[in-house]
């Protein structure tokens, strides 16, 4: 069974940073593209990074680039995302996500905004980030 888990999320203040984690399991973690979404409160979910199976590409959203990065680590099957420089507007629960498309501007920013498509396969439950003073 495909599994994915995210850790690293929580409570920071602005201007802090984190790391979180991304780890599979029942697939070959370094096979596949693997990209980072989130969800605000009332909001659709959106695109934040992604990152190639051999690490040689990675994208991002307009709205983290330059603060967020994302890498991996295929031997220990870790995709991890290091968030610098957090702001208010960064709180949303963080999902990683198995990508069955290659990780492009147009994975993170589907047209149809639809992220059930075929290009995005098993998601994980997601790790909370607040960011607040």
């Known amino acids: 069974q495909v599994q994915l888990e995210e850790t690293g999320g929580g409570l920071v203040q602005p201007g802090g940073s984190l790391r979180l984690s991304c780890t599979g399991s029942g697939f070959y973690l370094d096979a596949y593209a693997i990209g980072w979404f989130r969800q605000a409160p009332g909001k659709e979910r959106e695109g934040v990074s992604c990152?190639?199976?051999?690490?040689?590409?990675?994208f991002y959203a307009e709205s983290v680039r330059g603060r967020f990065t994302i890498s991996r680590d295929n031997a220990k099957k870790m995709v991890y995302m290091q968030m610098d420089g957090l702001q208010p507007e960064d709180t949303a629960v963080y999902y990683c996500v198995q990508l069955h498309a290659p990780c492009a501007p147009l994975t993170l920013a589907p047209f149809n905004g639809d992220f059930d498509g075929p290009g995005y396969g098993t998601w994980g439950r997601g790790t909370q980030v607040t960011v607040s003073s």
């Open positions: 990152i190639s199976a051999s690490a040689h590409a990675t």
